[in-house]
């Protein structure tokens, strides 16, 4: 069974406290894996795809990497703007829709 | 203006009322999906939509049915609602497949069943 368990569930950073969350899969051959972000009372914001193991990509201060397992999003010195549930997506094999989400990561970045 | 529009924005209806959620878009994607979102659970997908013509079940869909009125309308409606069904909806569109597209999600229904 295709599965996608984030970790932690939640975390507390200091403004400027470096950090990572992260994403790890099970899946029957991977299509892509996705990072959203979701701020309270809104709707998913799409960050980043990443499609094979080493693969990274950067946007701002956050910065995602890939293996053949899991997925981190490195938080570098994060601002409190950077406070949202963050969201792990699988594709995988099996048909075009077929996606599976995580349950997400709550960061809380203080001032 | 929003891509992805949804509405109404909150609901609160009674046990076996039918309820009509709607949402358009001007992304001019094909592709279009519901979705709901519970406290501790992952998005699940309830109905995808390739075209008019091209309504599929996803992972959820018992309760609920749907309507492609247009490439850039989509609505779900629960035809006798029950409380088990009182969570977040949101609606998305895509370029192409999911599996390796990324999605644009609207704002989002808060729906109450009582």
């Known amino acids: 069974e295709d599965q996608v368990t984030q970790s932690p569930e939640a975390l507390r950073l200091q403004e400027g406290e470096s950090s990572s969350l992260n994403c790890s899969y099970t899946v029957s051959g991977l299509r892509g894996l996705f990072w959203y972000r979701q701020d309270p009372g809104k709707g998913p914001e799409f960050l980043f795809t990443?499609?094979?193991a080493g693969e990274e990509k950067e946007k701002e201060r956050l910065k995602a990497t890939l293996t053949k397992k899991e997925s981190f999003l490195h938080i570098t010195a994060p601002k409190p703007e950077d406070s949202a549930t963050y969201l792990c997506?699988?594709?995988?094999?099996?048909?075009?829709?077929?996606?599976?989400f995580g349950k997400g990561t709550k960061l809380t970045v203080n001032p | 203006d929003a891509d992805v529009t949804q509405t109404p924005r909150n609901r609160i209806t009674k046990t076996g009322k039918r309820i009509m959620l709607e949402c358009s878009q001007t992304?001019?994607?094909?592709?279009m999906y519901w979705y709901r979102q519970d406290p501790g659970l992952g998005l699940r997908l309830i109905y995808y939509?390739?075209?008019?013509?091209?309504?599929n079940k996803g992972e959820i869909s018992d309760g609920y049915s749907v309507s492609r009125q247009a490439q850039a309308k989509f609505s779900l409606s629960l035809e006798s609602a029950i409380p088990n069904q009182t969570a977040l909806y949101f609606c998305a569109t895509s370029a192409g497949p999911i599996s390796y597209n990324e999605q644009f999600f609207g704002p989002g229904t808060r729906l109450t069943v009582l």
């Open positions: 997506a699988v594709g995988a094999q099996g048909g075009s829709e077929k996606l599976v």
């Open positions: 990443l499609y094979s």
């Open positions: 939509s390739f075209d008019v013509k091209d309504i």
């Open positions: 992304k001019g994607h094909d592709r």
